[in-house]
């Protein structure tokens, strides 16, 4: 099954239902590009989420983030604060398996060498719908290390996708960590899997790196416009030098 459309049904939540479990124990890495596979096109979709969860973030029309504050004092220990509990509570999770036996997955399991692995869990997702604790964030950040094992740097915390700024800066200070939005994505129509890998002028049709940001230029290609995909969210690297400083 691919992720994205699946998750098109479910966009109140960052997550796709049902995700594959990734394996156990030590982590290892193929370090094939998806494209080398002749059964490519779940590769293809995890792709097309992965990307929608990272890469360049500035000018992004697929991208939306949240008003930049003038810090205060104030923020400043609120942010503080948050990174020192998470760094406390967190810190078994520096075993992945631990991660993963604590209900956990990884997020996009299809792509090869990713930048930062998102390990993600759906209680956690919904209960950040209603709530915000430093200690059960949606998702885990994982970073590959030279010999495939991974090394957690941080979490995802996530929030209702119609949150206000104000309601945002309550959970994770505005004058501190920018929270994103993903937006306007054209993807295929239910049952239409095999067009993930179509491509116009070089660029992908379905995919955040895709030209299409309209519901009319999606509708002009047969495809499904969705305005919002998944929640708010924002990075916090707690276990890196600066850990505001890619919050999105």
């Avoid at 796709?16 to 030590?26: I, L």
């Avoid at 209900?103 to 996009?108: K, T």
């Avoid at 209603?130 to 290390?145: G, V």
Wanted: glycine share 6%; charged share 20%; hydrophobic share 40%.
């Amino acid at each position: 099954m691919s992720w994205f459309p699946r998750i098109a049904l479910v966009v109140s939540f960052p997550i796709a239902v049902g995700a594959a479990q990734a394996p156990s124990g030590h982590h290892k890495h193929d370090s094939r590009s998806t494209t080398t596979r002749p059964e490519a096109t779940d590769a293809d979709a995890s792709h097309a989420v992965h990307g929608a969860m990272s890469g360049p973030m500035d000018a992004n029309p697929h991208l939306r983030l949240s008003p930049v504050r003038t810090p205060t004092s104030a923020d400043s220990s609120k942010a503080a604060a948050i990174v020192a509990e998470a760094r406390v509570a967190l810190a078994k999770y520096k075993d992945v398996r631990v991660a993963e036996r604590e209900g956990y997955r990884m997020f996009a399991p299809g792509v090869m060498n990713q930048h930062v692995y998102h390990f993600t869990k759906l209680g956690a997702a919904i209960r950040e719908r209603f709530r915000f604790d430093p200690a059960q964030p949606t998702s885990l950040l994982y970073k590959p290390n030279s010999d495939g094992s991974l090394r957690l740097v941080g979490a995802m915390y996530t929030a209702p996708k119609d949150a206000t700024p104000d309601e945002l800066n309550e959970r994770v200070p505005l004058g501190i960590a920018r929270w994103h939005l993903h937006t306007n994505m054209c993807v295929p129509r239910l049952g239409d899997r095999h067009r993930w890998r179509e491509a116009e002028n070089g660029l992908p049709v379905f995919s955040p790196a895709s030209p299409i940001a309209t519901r009319d230029a999606c509708d002009a290609v047969d495809g499904r416009f969705l305005p919002v995909v998944f929640n708010w969210m924002v990075h916090a690297n707690v276990y890196e030098d600066e850990p505001w400083a890619h919050s999105y």
